[in-house]
């Protein structure tokens, strides 16, 4: 179930998008320090689709390919290539091997490779790549961080204010309570309190409480208790936040259109969830939007906007997002 999920949707990509300092410093401290966060990193994952393409080996998962520039003195950058692994496959390690290669060939810069294997298999731990033929060899050593080895630091992780020890822990949750759902629904609970307890911003535990809800899903009843729950928190203004989230938005949009008939009510819910889904990936590509952007992009039909999802990548600017609009306005 937990690997069916991962095919079709994957917050681990946009918390660690959102959240790449925090994550390094958590799992790869001896990287964070050898970094020179004053100078930005950048993300690369346009140029890493591209060598994904011409060399697609195995299943892919989630896989992020960043620029960052070390503390040498030296006007030298290096790529940082990460995997992250939900359950064990034979072809990994050659997978890792091949995108750390065509990235090198590409760019010519040195390339780490990292692997976050978050899968249930204790035993399968994968490090290495190597082949020889008549004593030629080539080999490629891997940093792998078994997600299964935090459960021994789950007191460090809760009393940890870095935002990506929330992730690791809705992470081992959603593994120990898989076949348990009220565990699930109480564990649930205390990672939501706990993003206000850590006195985190608005925006910081509406990024963590969505990426908690995708992966501690809950049946029916006990997700409409803590609907309730949140509710009362929310009353009482302990959580202000929570029932604001997006996926409110859609769920008002498909209500509403119930009303005045089912299709069109799935085709405003659709249309909703699309258009937010636009804003967040612009907002990652480009910063703020701006008010007269997102009002123009309210103005657009199901159709276009679905269009536009599929050309998000191509654009460098603002100013040739508007330019596309403004030829494929809708009629």
């Known amino acids: 179930m937990l690997e069916e999920r991962f095919e079709q949707d994957n917050p681990w990509k946009e918390a660690i998008e959102k959240y790449f300092p925090e994550f390094i410093a958590l799992l790869f401290p001896h990287v964070y320090k050898d970094i020179d966060w004053e100078k930005g990193w950048e993300s690369l994952d346009n140029e890493l689709q591209q060598v994904v393409r011409d060399a697609e080996v195995g299943t892919r998962r989630v896989d992020k390919l960043v620029k960052v520039w070390r503390k040498n003195g030296k006007e030298q950058w290096v790529l940082i290539h990460i995997e992250i692994q939900a359950q064990k496959d034979e072809e990994f390690p ?46 490629l050593d891997f940093v792998t961080v078994k997600l299964l080895d935090y459960k021994k630091r789950i007191s460090e992780l809760e009393m940890s204010n870095n935002p990506f020890a929330v992730v690791i822990l809705a992470q081992l949750q959603a593994m120990s309570t898989q076949q348990n759902n009220q565990a699930r629904f109480q564990a649930k609970l205390k990672l939501i309190r706990m993003l206000y307890e850590k006195g985190y911003s608005k925006e910081n535990i509406l990024e963590l409480f969505r990426f908690i809800d995708w992966l501690m899903t809950l049946p029916k009843e006990l997700s409409e208790r803590i609907n309730a729950v949140l509710l009362a ?99």
């Open 94 to 139: 050659e997978r890792i091997f091949v995108y750390n290669y065509r990235i090198f060939d590409r760019y010519r810069q040195p390339v780490a490779s990292f692997a976050v294997l978050i899968d249930s298999n204790k035993s399968w731990r994968p490090t290495n790549f190597e082949y020889e033929l008549w004593g030629s060899r080539h080999r």
């Open 233 to 331: 928190y929310e009353k009482g203004g302990s959580m202000p936040y929570i029932t604001s989230i997006e996926r409110d938005a859609i769920e008002r949009g498909l209500q509403q259109g119930l009303q005045q008939g089912l299709q069109q009510g799935l085709q405003q819910g659709r249309k909703q969830e699309v258009l937010i889904t636009t804003k967040r990936q612009l907002t990652r590509k480009f910063g703020a939007i701006g008010l007269d952007l997102s009002n123009q992009l309210e103005q657009q039909s199901l159709e276009v906007l679905e269009e536009l999802t599929e050309a998000l990548l191509d654009f460098a600017s603002i100013s040739e997002l508007t330019s596309w609009l403004t030829q494929h306005k809708s009629v």
